[in-house]
Every structure is written in structure tokens, then in C-alpha cells.
């Protein structure tokens, strides 16, 4: 009886479970859902000493071959690692460029191809961009692209790569003096033979550079066209791979690019920050612990100031939020302060000789103090021919460089969302580094009269139901992690910073993110190239359940 009984029971149980497969048939065709993580976290899990200033700068990482690829910057060349344990990346090869150009200056991979930026020689000469085999190394063919290649990207599909073609000058105003058009290749990629080339230009805003100012866009460059004024900075790609967007960085400015047509379709203003305005100040002063004096001595003092800051952005995300499209911005700042004839780059005392005009600023007198804002790096030329003087020669503007924030506008390029001073107030108190402290020092508050904490790098990933941006500090180093599932309220998940004083990672540059079904343990990964240091931290992204 207790047989017959069990097989009774067993027959029931194989109908209820017929049952309810084919209740839940459907499910089984759709794909799981990925579970959402109440937080994320980061553990560092991996280095790489590149041993030299310069030896990690951009990062890309190619699945197949469990190998990263980054640009060192120290020789001009690619270190190829692998990273198959993750605790002990090793050197396996090294991509020399030299027959090809003068320096490789970033790097992309899809699906086992990879691709490089190469600058010439002189950097005004067009560039090339130069394909290679993952797994082997072997080089396939080079197509030119500009003037000064820089970020390079795949669209989605792989079938385009994008590079941000600089074209910076050598100089201004001196008789060998080259300033190089600006502009964005677009390569049809050819994996069996040799790829094809269109270029993305800005010669039809030639002429207009009258209203592209007026808008508010930075054309600046002492007699440069808009087409020879326009440096494109960094790309992101939207999902469905029809539209690229390009910071524009010293411009202050965004340029949409039709892919499929190579073709600039518009210019965006990011307009400016106002560090007057609750929650968006900044520390403006590496000589603050002594009221009103042009001798203090360094504190943390982040305060509202009447300051504008350009956006300027470096590095840019492409996002979709609840069916959403958005960009995130890194608003680095820089400034054109390195070419012969020509230095934006002044301090708000030394510039404002006359004083500040004290109708706009009414604490015009004690404002000009090194403990206030005398010290503060500022631009002489905020745009075209204005110098934010009025005709007393007294500074009736401030403009300084970067909003040391990061960003999220929506695809008009109308701003949504911006960190603030929260990236200044989240690096006060670390046991580990100084407030402030560039990537070559230790010394508190050195940073403060220039960008802070300068943010430069950034990239998104979404698990489950929630999206996160991570955020790289280029000069007190580290990584921000935010929550950014509802774009109009962000919120601080965590924050980590590898370094120790004058060691430790330094001067973090390119960020790659790598999804756990790529990953070589089956995790999330983020890895970060420090420029300073050298070295290619491997960062595990533990999700929080």
C-alpha cells in the first residue's frame, strides 16, 4: 500500500509539475531579470606598475584574450597585459607604433579588433588610425583620420569607429605658427580588408563665429576660424549607434554628429555654473586660513563665491534611464595655456589690476585678497574679444575653468542634474591624501585656486533596475560612485581612493568598465589608468543586495 500510495504521489507531482510549466511557459522564453542591488561598492583587486610618469593613461580590454590594452604614454606605445588572474596582471606584449606615426594616444577594442589613435610628426600633420589583432597582435592596416587623433570609439555594432580629431596648434601669432582644423573621422570598420573614411568637419560654421559667441560657445583662438577653434575632446555614442555627441572642451560646448551622414548637425553651449548658488561653491583658495591677507596660510574652506565656472568637460556617457536618453559629463576644465603667443590662463588678482567693479561684486575690495579670491585661476578671454573688464578696466566677470561637478543633461544639452560642491566636501576628510592635494603632491589645499578635485573621467553601468556612474578625480584621486536611476535626484553610493600621500595610484585618466559576462571571474570590473603613478588599478564592483 505505501508503494502504490508513492507512486500515486509521484504521478501527481509530475502532472502538477506539467502544469505548471506550461502555466509559466512564457517565462522561460523571456529572459531573467537581472536582480537589483540596494548598493555598489569597489575593492581594488589587481595592479599593474607601469614603473614610469605616464605609463597608464587610456584603458580598453578585449574579452576573448583576457587582455587589457593601455596606452603608455611614458614610450608612445601599448602595453598588452593579461589579466586572466586579476591579482597579478603581466605584460605579455607591447604594440610600437613607431613606423606609423609618432604616439599612440588612446585606444579602443570590439570583439577582438583593436584600434589606436597615432599623432604625427609634427603633431599638425593628419593622424592615422591603426587596426591590430587582439590574440595576436598582428597589424592589420592603418586609415589617415586629422589632425591630432585623440579618443577613438566603437559605435555599439562594431561596424564604426569615431576618433576626436583635436587639430591643436603648435602656436599663436609666430611665423611657423599651425593651427589645424578640428574635426571627428568617422571609419567604416573592415575587418578582412581596408576600412573607409569620412570626416565629420566644422568648416559650415566658418563665418559664423559672430553668433556661435553669441549663443555661448568659445571661439577664441587669436584669428582661428570656428573649424580651426573647435577641438573635440571625447565621444559617446548613443545605443542605437546613429548619433555620436563630442565634448568640445575648451570651447565649452557639445557637437552632435549624424553618424550615418558624417555630418555636424548642431553646436550646444553648456552655458555656466553659478558657485553662488546654494550647495555649488567651491574652495577658491590655497591661502585661506587667514582672514582678508594676501599670506595665509592653506584651510578647507569651500564657500559660495561669485564665480562662474565653464563646464568644460572631458570625458562624456551616453545613458538610457527609464526610457530616457542622457549624457553625464566630467567637468574637467583646461585651459589653452601651453601654446607660444597665447595663455588664457591668469589669477583674479593679477588680472583685476584695477580692482572689481563693485557694483557687480559688492565686497569688491576684500574679494581681491589671496585668502578670497586673489589667487583663483581665472580666463582673460571668456569669449572672442571680451576680457569681463568694463570700461573703467575694473573685472565686472570671473570666469573660471571646470565646474568640479560632474553632470547630466538630456540630448538638447539642457542640464538636468550637477554634483555641485559635493565632490570638494566628499574629499575633506581622508586619512589617506590631503583636501585638495594635486596628483604630484601631498601638500593641503594645492588644488583649490585650480579645478579642485578635477573630475575627468566617467562611466556608466546599470544592474537590474538601477544605473551608477562612476566618477575618476584626476588630481586627488579616486573613484565617486552615484546612483543616477532618477537623473534629477542623484545619490552618493561610495567613494575610494587607492593612494597614500606622494605612492599609491595617482593622476587616475581613462576608465573602462567591464560587464560580469566579459569579466575573467565573472564580476563587475572596473579599471583605471593612473596617469601619474603608472600603474592600471583592477577594481572589483561588489553589488550590495
Not at 500500500?1 to 506539467?18: C, F, N, W
Not at 553601468?461 to 537623473?487: C, H, Q, W
Request: some cysteine.
Amino acid at each position: 500500500m505505501k508503494r502504490i500510495h508513492a507512486r500515486v504521489a509521484a504521478s501527481l507531482s509530475a502532472i502538477g509539475l506539467v502544469a505548471a510549466l506550461a502555466a509559466c511557459s512564457d517565462s522561460f522564453n523571456a529572459p531573467l531579470e537581472e536582480p537589483t542591488p540596494i548598493s555598489v561598492s569597489l575593492t581594488k583587486i589587481g595592479t599593474f606598475e607601469g614603473g614610469a610618469l605616464g605609463a597608464a593613461e587610456i584603458t580598453a580590454y578585449d574579452s576573448g584574450s583576457r587582455r587589457l590594452f593601455v596606452v603608455n604614454g611614458a614610450n608612445g606605445t601599448v602595453d598588452v597585459l593579461d589579466i586572466a588572474n586579476l591579482a597579478a596582471p603581466t605584460r605579455v606584449g607591447v604594440i610600437n607604433v613607431s613606423a606609423i606615426g609618432a604616439a599612440v594616444n588612446s585606444v579602443a577594442v570590439n570583439d577582438g579588433l583593436v584600434a589606436l589613435a597615432i599623432e604625427a610628426n609634427p603633431k599638425t600633420n593628419p593622424g592615422v588610425v591603426a587596426f591590430y589583432n587582439a590574440s595576436d597582435l598582428r597589424f592589420l592596416h592603418s586609415v589617415p583620420v586629422g589632425a591630432l587623433p585623440d579618443m577613438l570609439t566603437f559605435t555599439p555594432d562594431g561596424r564604426f569607429v569615431l576618433v576626436a580629431n583635436e587639430g591643436e596648434p603648435n602656436s599663436y601669432g609666430l611665423p611657423t605658427s599651425l593651427d589645424p582644423e578640428g574635426s571627428v573621422s568617422v571609419i567604416t570598420v573592415n575587418r578582412t580588408g581596408i576600412s573607409t573614411v569620412a570626416t565629420a568637419d566644422f568648416r559650415a560654421f566658418n563665418g559664423q563665429e559672430t553668433q556661435l559667441r553669441a549663443q555661448g560657445i568659445r571661439i577664441y583662438g587669436p584669428n582661428a576660424s570656428a573649424a580651426q577653434d573647435l577641438e573635440p575632446e571625447y565621444i559617446a555614442v548613443s545605443d542605437d549607434g546613429r548619433t555620436a555627441y563630442v565634448t568640445l572642451q575648451e570651447n565649452n560646448a557639445i557637437a552632435i554628429v549624424d553618424i550615418a551622414t558624417a555630418r555636424v548637425t548642431s553646436l550646444r553651449p553648456l552655458g555656466f555654473k553659478d558657485h553662488n548658488l546654494p550647495n555649488m561653491g567651491m574652495d577658491p583658495s590655497d591661502e585661506d586660513g587667514t582672514a582678508n591677507s594676501n599670506s595665509g596660510v592653506p584651510a578647507i574652506n569651500i564657500r559660495n563665491v561669485p564665480v562662474r565656472g565653464m563646464y568644460m568637460p572631458d570625458a562624456i556617457a551616453f545613458a538610457r534611464i527609464n526610457n530616457t536618453n542622457y549624457l553625464l559629463t566630467a567637468n574637467e576644465g583646461d585651459a589653452r595655456a601651453d601654446w607660444p603667443g597665447f595663455n588664457e590662463e591668469t589669477r583674479v588678482r593679477q588680472h583685476c589690476t584695477n580692482g572689481l567693479d563693485p557694483s557687480v561684486f559688492p565686497d569688491a575690495t576684500n574679494l581681491l585678497f589671496d585668502s578670497n579670491l586673489g589667487r583663483l585661476r581665472i580666463t582673460t578671454t571668456p569669449n572672442g574679444g571680451r576680457d569681463g573688464k568694463n570700461a573703467l578696466g575694473q573685472c565686472n566677470e570671473l570666469w573660471s575653468f571646470g565646474a568640479r561637478s560632474f553632470s547630466i543633461w538630456n540630448t538638447e544639452i539642457t542640464r538636468v542634474y550637477d554634483s555641485g560642491d559635493d565632490l570638494e566636501r566628499r574629499t575633506t576628510n581622508l586619512a589617506n591624501v590631503n583636501f585638495n592635494a594635486s596628483h604630484d603632491n601631498n601638500t593641503l589645499d594645492s588644488r583649490s585656486p585650480s579645478k579642485g578635485p578635477e573630475p575627468e573621467g566617467v562611466v556608466v553601468a546599470k544592474f537590474g533596475k538601477k544605473t551608477f556612474a562612476f566618477i575618476g578625480l584626476e588630481r586627488v584621486g579616486g573613484l565617486m560612485v552615484y546612483d543616477v536611476s532618477n537623473p534629477a535626484a542623484v545619490v552618493f553610493v561610495s567613494y575610494l581612493n587607492t593612494r597614500e600621500g606622494v605612492t599609491g595610484d595617482r593622476g587616475a585618466e581613462g576608465l573602462t568598465f567591464i560587464p560580469a559576462n566579459r569579466s575573467p571571474n565573472g564580476q563587475p570590473l572596473i579599471v583605471v589608468g593612473n596617469e601619474v603613478s603608472g600603474t592600471t588599478a583592477i577594481y572589483r564592483v561588489n553589488l550590495n543586495y
